[in-house]
């Protein structure tokens, strides 16, 4: 089983930067594929970016501007958020699943976190 517990998130202008955290239990974290996806009102969740044992992916909306990153060592993912805006107003949730490949599709992760929300003003 793993926990996911994402933090970070809070209300910021538009261009500023905010860096989300997700903190992972389970053994075998390491060999996990990590995501970042977001659901904004009225609006499905999307993909954000994922991150695999060295290779990662982004949606077009935020190449550019996020990063993510892992840290094995402490069992956290990253999202670095750069020039953000109102568009990006969601609830980003972390993702995680049972192979090392990252893949752009929330039906191939198995565990979520409960969400942080991220609003963006302008």
């Known amino acids: 089983q793993v926990y996911l517990v994402e933090t970070g998130g809070g209300l910021v202008q538009a261009g500023a930067s905010l860096r989300l955290s997700c903190a992972a239990s389970?053994?075998?974290?390491?060999?996990?594929?990590m995501g970042w996806f977001r659901q904004a009102p009225g609006k499905e969740r999307e993909f954000v970016a994922a991150?695999?044992?060295?290779?990662?992916r982004y949606a077009d909306s935020v190449k550019g501007r996020f990063t993510i990153s892992r840290d094995n060592a402490k069992n956290t993912l990253y999202l670095q958020m750069n020039s953000l805006k109102p568009e990006d107003t969601a609830v980003y949730y972390c993702?995680?699943?049972?192979?090392?490949?990252?893949?752009?599709?929330?039906?191939?992760?198995?565990?979520w976190g409960q969400g942080t929300q991220v609003t963006v003003s302008s």
């Open positions: 389970g053994r075998t974290w390491a060999s996990y594929a």
């Open positions: 991150i695999g044992w060295s290779s990662s």
């Open positions: 993702a995680a699943r049972t192979s090392i490949l990252a893949t752009m599709s929330q039906g191939d992760y198995e565990y």
